[in-house]
């Protein structure tokens, strides 16, 4: 008996048979993304699932890279494009090998320092600059004195060293990022070896060299004059090697026997001291710190390691091979040794690497976490990381 109540049942189906449709969809999405995750895209040690989440990471697509900058060669590197500076002048290319950039100028002594896509190449110990980005000259600069030494911070406003002829020691000079200068300190005391900015613009930090160490005459607020040094932080009998501004007030110092933090009360903190080493090479990324330490015996024996910014130990390895360049990207560390090239991740994990030309190379350059430049006077040669053990 019905009573006058019906049912209908075709939309219970028709729900059924989308559940159905939506399942069947999601198992096979499910498998093309497994699929994907094992389907190599190009790139060393990267699938093309790897690939889609980091399209910001340029593809290098070839394997040698023609640089006809004369000798003496030094390369940067920066989001794909790759600067090379020599006797010669400069030359820019991208990720293809495509030239981007070219400049003839003389150069005795080349060198080039890189920042968030602003490059500069000078002559140490000459009085030709090259301010530009991947493919235009910023600034062409002809100092009166000798150039010293360049740095850029992260929003592309450059500091250069210069020795002028009489009278002072050394001089600063910052630009901005148009390559307009802004700020000029002359020092008539201890030897400036570097001058970096900080990441805000504000503080000028410049290392000086005297008979009794190293200091780091600071230089607060740079948009107004002033004759005298905000404060002067001093290390005693050591010599600092290198500065980089991990905050806008805070460094990190390498010297001759520790790697210190030095806060912006002038404060310091030794977070790892080698006494009974000497430093070989020295490198840094946003990552991790780089050290390889000599022991003081005859050879190449020493030890390799890897810290954080507070000092904790990532990695640690012995070494007993002349390391002649180290580089590092990321979370990746690239070696050039007399008989090969070597990369290890941030804990000193080693991985195999792939190419060929890298018994002509003198430099080598990280250019991601997974392809490395090996490059001499007469090439420039591509190496590409594969999967770990």
């Not at 000459?126 to 991947?134: D, H, L, S, T, Y």
């Not at 930090?205 to 040094?229: E, F």
């Not at 195999?352 to 420039?380: M, Q």
Request: net charge negative; proline share 3%.
């Amino acid at each position: 008996m019905n009573n006058g109540v019906g049912t209908n049942t075709k939309p219970v189906k028709k729900k059924h048979k989308l559940l159905s449709l939506i399942l069947v969809f999601l198992i096979l999405f499910a498998l093309l993304l497994t699929l994907l995750a094992f389907i190599p895209s190009g790139i060393p040690g990267q699938s093309i699932l790897a690939s889609w989440f980091s399209s910001n990471i340029p593809v290098f697509t070839v394997d040698e890279f023609i640089f006809d900058v004369g000798r003496n060669r030094a390369f940067a590197h920066s989001n794909g494009y790759i600067a090379a500076v020599g006797s010669l002048g400069l030359q820019v290319l991208d990720s293809g090998g495509r030239e981007t950039l070219r400049d003839s100028f003389r150069v005795e002594q080349p060198a080039i320092v890189e920042n968030h896509e602003y490059f500069a190449a000078f002559d140490i110990g000459g009085n030709a600059i090259r301010m530009f980005r991947a493919s235009n000259i910023i600034s062409a600069i002809e100092t009166d004195g000798v150039i010293v030494s360049v740095s850029i911070n992260k929003n592309g406003w450059f500091c250069v060293v210069t020795q002028e002829q009489g009278g002072f020691l050394g001089t600063v000079t910052v630009y901005n990022s148009d390559g307009i200068p802004v700020y000029l300190v002359n020092m008539g005391t201890g030897y400036v070896v570097s001058a970096h900015l900080s990441p805000d613009n504000e503080i000028l930090a410049i290392v000086n060299l005297s008979d009794t160490g190293s200091r780091i005459t600071y230089y607060n607020g740079i948009n107004t004059h002033k004759d005298d040094p905000d404060y002067i932080f001093t290390l005693p009998d050591s010599i600092i090697i290198d500065i980089t501004f991990i905050t806008n007030s805070k460094i990190l110092a390498v010297s001759t026997d520790s790697l210190l933090t030095i806060d912006s009360d002038g404060t310091p903190n030794h977070i790892y001291t080698f006494t009974d080493k000497r430093i070989g090479g020295y490198t840094k990324t946003d990552d991790f710190i780089a050290l390889h330490l000599y022991d003081y015996s005859i050879g190449y024996s020493g030890r390799l390691l890897t810290l954080k910014d507070d000092g904790a130990i990532l990695g640690e390895i012995t070494t007993n091979r002349e390391i002649i360049f180290m580089s590092a990207t990321g979370k990746s560390l690239v070696l050039l040794l007399s008989d090969s090239i070597v990369s290890f991740n941030e804990t000193l994990e080693i991985y195999p690497i792939f190419g060929e030309g890298y018994s002509a190379a003198s430099y080598v350059l990280a250019l991601t976490e997974d392809v490395a430049l090996a490059a001499g006077d007469n090439s420039a040669n591509i190496f590409r990381r594969g999967e770990g053990d």
